[in-house]
């Protein structure tokens, strides 16, 4: 029994590890060692042990002159590989493109992940400067996105309490549904037209479209968006904009195993 309690315990130096790196993630600028240590709460001496090891996998820096340390692009580097390995983006991506191409708007491919949006495949229109890049591996709240919303529809009443727990709902402009009986009234009518928009509910000036990817099981697996300013989505285009994305959730849906009803 003591083999097998011990099996299943936590690898604490490895949870320590973790907790570094993605605490230097948030640090804006090089830092010092004494720094980085306050900022993480983590004795110097330990902190430089797992610097040190760093330094010799490619993952941090430190810069000679003031001997501040810093991450380096190897994460990045493994993020990129870790997305073009990842189902959803080879799959499904080709839509996204083709969504860009027909409107000239910005597409996005987003997944939930504990309880938020993260953005695995983006996509400009050809005519527009938007750095996307730096777009993928975005987390964004869910009651606040098109794409967010969508996922809601697989949520049980246990499920919604526990994100009202955990994230609550904030206000990211003056329209942001904060209440959550008016957001539950949103996801059924979402559940009734087939697609969600985001209606400067995130960002102020930005309205976003989106529609569900199913999967075999017909729950929502992922959401494909459009999303451009206001005053270049009025109600005549966001109507033309609905019917060529649920003709492509479909199509996306179908991909993934996902029936229509009879």
Known sequence: MKQISEGIKKNQSLRKALHIL?????????????????????PQSTLLRFLNTYIDFGYVGQDPATSCYYLTLKLTELGSRTRDNFPFQNSLSKYIKQIAKHFHESSS????????????????????MLKTLQRIGRIAPMHATGVGKLHLMNYSQAQFLELERKFGFPRYTEHTITNPDMLKAEIDKIRRQGYALDDE????????????????????????????????????????????????GLKASQELGWEPPA
């Open 22 to 42: 993605e605490g230097m993630t948030k640090i804006p600028a090089p830092a010092r060692l004494q720094d980085i240590a306050h900022s993480l709460n983590i």
């Open 201 to 248: 509910e995130c960002e102020a000036g930005v309205r976003c479209i989106a529609v569900p990817v199913r999967d075999y099981t017909k729950r929502v697996v992922a959401g494909i968006s459009l999303s451009a300013p206001v005053t270049r989505l009025d109600p005549c285009k966001i109507e033309e904009i609905v019917r060529y994305l649920k003709e492509t």
């Open 109 to 128: 491919l987003c997944i939930e992940h504990n309880m938020q949006m993260v953005y695995i495949a983006t996509e400009d229109g050809p005519d527009r």
